[in-house]
Structures are given as structure tokens and as C-alpha cells.
T-cell receptor, first 115, second 110 residues
Framework: GAGVSQTPSNKVTEKGKYVELRCDPI?????LYWYRQSLGQGPEFLIY????????DSGLPNDRFFAVRPEGSVSTLKIQRTERGDSAVYLC?????????????FGPGTRLTVL | QKEVEQNSGPLSVPEGAIASLNCTYS??????FFWYRQYSGKSPELIMF????GDKEDGRFTAQLNKASQYVSLLIRDSQPSDSATYLC??????????FGQGTRLTINP
């Protein structure tokens, strides 16, 4: 079946603008995760959804970042008043269910550039 | 101290040799350990996971876990040029998140 998909693949925006990044998980996967990866670093956890609710948003850097998953499938990561430091690759992952013994599979990522 | 530490490399290995990648972690409560491969400009791809002490083999890959020493490694036998990539070690934190090391860049020389 299809893997995790993310759109857009690239997003260039200006400082101060609002952006939305979309993630479509593997069909049947109930857990969805957002990570952010800067150049030369490993991915950093942002937020995790189990179903429709954000079960852990401890990785969101500040209140400019918000994510939703209204129907328990597709998720949107929203960034308000973007800053140059937000430039990174935003990765979405999904797993069949939550828990430490469930493998997470990553999408291709969205490369965000804030000018 | 970082939660998950890897030597950033680059690690250079001749084709056909064994590549050995190492990772240490700080949280003794960690239960699951993952190795991801990431080609330049691509997203991480899961290649191995291990939950119990000892070795786990899958084809040319062997993951090794020593919880007492808080150490996990990945061995790649008969290394191929296509194995050239960055290898990310990830450790679970709680039930839902992974903590990643910064990755080790591996180059296989023909």
C-alpha cells in the first residue's frame, strides 16, 4: 500500500507569513507524529496524535506552532508568523498504533524555507 | 550530555568489509531501539529495530543491544556502495516519541 505522503514537498515563504503543511499517514495507522530536521541533525519530535487528539505536544517550540488531526487521519501542521529559524525539513511519521514497540514510518518531508 | 549520541563521522569503509556503527543513550528506561538509513535529500527509512539484549540479524544487517552498557550498534556485512548514507539511531522516550542521534555518515569506497 501507499506510504506516508506529505504536501507540499517544498515551501518557500517570507518571514511573518502563515504556512500549513499536510500529512496523510499510512492507511490504518492510528498514531501520527511530526518531527523537524535541521541540516546535519537527527529529527526532533514536535507532536504526536493518537486518533484525533494531540496526546503529546511537548516538542512544539512555541505557540506559533499548532497541529490538528480532525478526523483521525490527515494532519496539518500550522505555523504562524514564520521566522527564519523555522526553516527546516518537517517530517511526518505514522505507526500502526502507539507504544514503544511500534515502528514509525516516515514520509518524504516538506522542506520549509523562510526568507 | 545528549540523550542519544552517535559519532558523526564520516566513517569510511572499503567495499565488502564490515561497517560498524555505534550509539549510546542516557535513559535507562528506554525499551526500543531503531536504526534508520537516510540518503542525502531523502527521509529516514527504517532498517532495523531491536527490543531485547543481544543480537538481531536481518540479511546483511545485525543490530546489537546491551542495556547494561546503554549501547546499541549496527553492523553491515559485505558493505556495498549503495550502503553509503547517514545512519540514524533512535530510542523511544515514553510511549510515543523517538529521540534521535545526530547520525553517522557512512561512505563505502569501491
Amino acid at each position: 500500500g501507499a506510504g506516508v505522503s506529505q504536501t507540499p514537498s517544498n515551501k518557500v515563504t517570507e518571514k511573518g507569513k502563515y504556512v500549513e503543511l499536510r500529512c496523510d499517514p499510512i492507511s490504518g495507522h492510528t498514531a501520527l507524529y511530526w518531527y523537524r530536521q535541521s541540516l546535519g541533525q537527527g529529527p526532533e519530535f514536535l507532536i504526536y496524535f493518537q486518533g484525533t487528539g494531540a496526546a503529546d505536544d511537548s516538542g512544539l517550540p512555541n505557540d506559533r506552532f499548532f497541529a490538528v488531526r480532525p478526523e483521525g487521519s490527515v494532519s496539518t501542521l500550522k505555523i504562524q508568523r514564520t521566522e527564519r529559524g523555522d526553516s527546516a525539513v518537517y517530517l511526518c511519521a505514522s505507526s500502526l498504533k502507539a507504544g514503544p514497540y511500534n515502528e514509525q514510518f516516515f514520509g518524504p518531508g516538506t522542506r520549509l524555507t523562510v526568507l | 550530555q545528549k540523550e542519544v549520541e552517535q559519532n558523526s563521522g564520516p566513517l569510511s569503509v572499503p567495499e565488502g568489509a564490515i561497517a560498524s556503527l555505534n550509539c549510546t543513550y542516557s535513559d535507562r528506561g528506554s525499551q526500543s531501539f531503531f536504526w534508520y538509513r537516510q540518503y542525502s535529500g531523502k527521509s529516514p527509512e527504517l532498517i532495523m529495530f531491536i527490543y531485547s539484549n543481544g543480537d538481531k540479524e536481518d540479511g546483511r544487517f545485525t543490530a546489537q543491544l546491551n542495556k547494561a552498557s546503554q549501547y546499541v550498534s549496527l553492523l553491515i556485512r559485505d558493505s556495498q556502495p549503495s550502503d553509503s548514507a547517514t545512519y540514524l539511531c533512535a530510542v523511544n522516550k515514553g510511549a510515543q516519541k523517538l529521540v534521535f542521534g545526530q547520525g553517522t555518515r557512512l561512505t563505502i569506497n569501491p
